[in-house]
C-alpha cells in the first residue's frame, strides 16, 4: 500500500496553484495519470521519485520515503522510472545498460527474453530503434524489482503499431512482477487497455478517479457513440457545410447546417456523437 499526500506551490500558465494530491494506491495497482498540459503529472512523478522538493508525506509499505523530518534520496526509493526519451546509457550496450542497475543477471535475460530483446543483449543501444530502446529502459526500470514503476508518456515517441506492441509487453510485464505502476499517457485506448484505476489531474488537483470505463466513456444523454476531436476545417459545399474532423488516427466528416458552424471554431475540440441508428461492426 501507498500513501501519498503531496504539497507543492507551483507556478502554471495562469499563474500560482497549489498541487494538491492525496492518494492511495494498492499493491499491484497499474494507474493511469491524465488531464491537459501543465496540470501537474510530472511534477507529480518526479515528487514521488525525490527528484523535486515539496511539502508532502509518502509511506510506501510502513516506510516513510518522506515526511516533515526525512527525506530519501532517490536511488534509496525503490523506483524505477521510464521517461519518453529513454534516458538510456549511450555509451553501452543493452545487457550492460541492465546490469549496471543491478549485477542479476538471470533477471536480465528473463526481462530480455519477455520483451524479445535477447538477440540484441551485445548491440548497442544507439542503433536501436525507438521502440526497442523504450523496451531495454522499461527492462531496466524493473532490474531493481521497484515498488513503484513510475513511466512518463513512456510510448508516446513511437508510431501507432510499435505502440500496440509495446503496451502489450507492458502488461506481460506487469502480469509478470505486478510492479505497482502509474504511468503518464494522453492516449484513451493505452489507458483502457493497461491500466485498473485513471485518475485525471485538472490545475494540480485530481478531478477524477475511477476504472477506466467509468472516466472515459463519458457519454452525453442518451447519446449512444460520442467521439472526441479536433476540428480541423469547415468547408461550404452548395448550401451545406462540411466540418472535417481527426478523431485519433482518422478524418472524419459531418455535415452542418449554417447556424452549427457559428459557435464552432478551428483547432477547437469537438465531441462528435450521434444516436437513433444501428451501426454494424466488420473488419
Ligand atoms: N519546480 C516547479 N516550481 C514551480 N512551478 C513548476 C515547477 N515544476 C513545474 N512547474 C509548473 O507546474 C505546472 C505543471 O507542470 P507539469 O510538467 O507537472 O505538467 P504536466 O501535466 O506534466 O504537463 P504535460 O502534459 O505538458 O507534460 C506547469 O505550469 C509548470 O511550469
Not at 122 to 148: D, F, I, W, Y
Not at 201 to 211: F, H, M, P, T
Request: aromatic share 4%.
Amino acid at each position: 500500500m501507498i500513501d501519498i499526500e503531496v504539497n507543492k506551490e507551483l507556478i502554471g500558465s495562469n499563474g500560482k496553484m497549489n498541487l494538491d494530491i492525496k492518494l492511495n494506491i494498492n499493491e499491484g495497482d497499474f494507474i493511469a495519470l491524465t488531464g491537459l498540459s501543465g496540470s501537474g503529472k510530472t511534477t507529480l512523478l518526479r515528487i514521488l521519485a525525490g527528484l523535486e522538493q515539496s511539502k508532502s508525506k509518502i509511506k510506501v509499505d510502513n516506510k516513510i520515503w518522506q515526511d516533515n523530518k526525512k527525506f530519501l534520496p532517490p536511488q534509496q526509493r525503490e523506483i524505477g522510472f521510464v521517461f519518453q526519451d529513454y534516458a538510456l546509457f549511450t555509451n553501452m550496450s543493452v545487457k550492460q545498460n541492465l546490469l549496471y542497475v543491478n549485477k542479476d543477471e538471470k533477471l536480465a535475460n528473463h526481462l530480455l527474453e519477455l520483451t524479445e530483446l535477447s538477440q540484441l543483449e551485445n548491440r548497442n543501444v544507439t542503433s536501436l530503434s525507438g521502440g526497442q530502446k523504450q523496451r531495454v529502459s522499461l527492462c531496466r526500470a524493473l532490474m531493481n524489482r521497484p515498488k513503484l514503476l513510475l513511466m512518463d508518456e513512456p510510448l508516446s515517441a513511437l508510431d501507432p503499431s510499435m505502440r500496440t506492441k509495446l503496451q502489450d509487453e507492458i502488461l506481460t510485464l506487469h502480469r509478470e512482477f505486478k510492479t505497482t505502476t502509474i504511468m503518464v499517457s494522453h492516449d484513451p485506448s493505452e489507458i483502457y487497455r493497461l491500466s485498473n484505476r485513471v485518475i485525471v489531474l485538472q490545475d494540480a488537483k485530481i478531478i477524477k478517479d475511477g476504472n477506466a470505463k467509468d472516466v472515459l466513456l463519458k457519454t452525453s444523454g442518451s447519446a449512444k457513440f460520442s467521439f472526441e476531436g479536433e476540428l480541423l476545417d469547415i468547408v461550404k459545399v452548395d448550401v451545406i457545410y462540411i466540418a472535417i474532423i481527426s478523431i485519433g488516427q482518422q478524418l472524419v466528416e459531418v455535415v452542418l447546417s449554417e447556424e452549427e458552424t457559428i459557435n464552432l471554431q478551428i483547432g477547437s475540440k469537438v465531441r462528435v456523437s450521434t444516436k437513433a441508428f444501428s451501426p454494424n461492426i466488420s473488419n
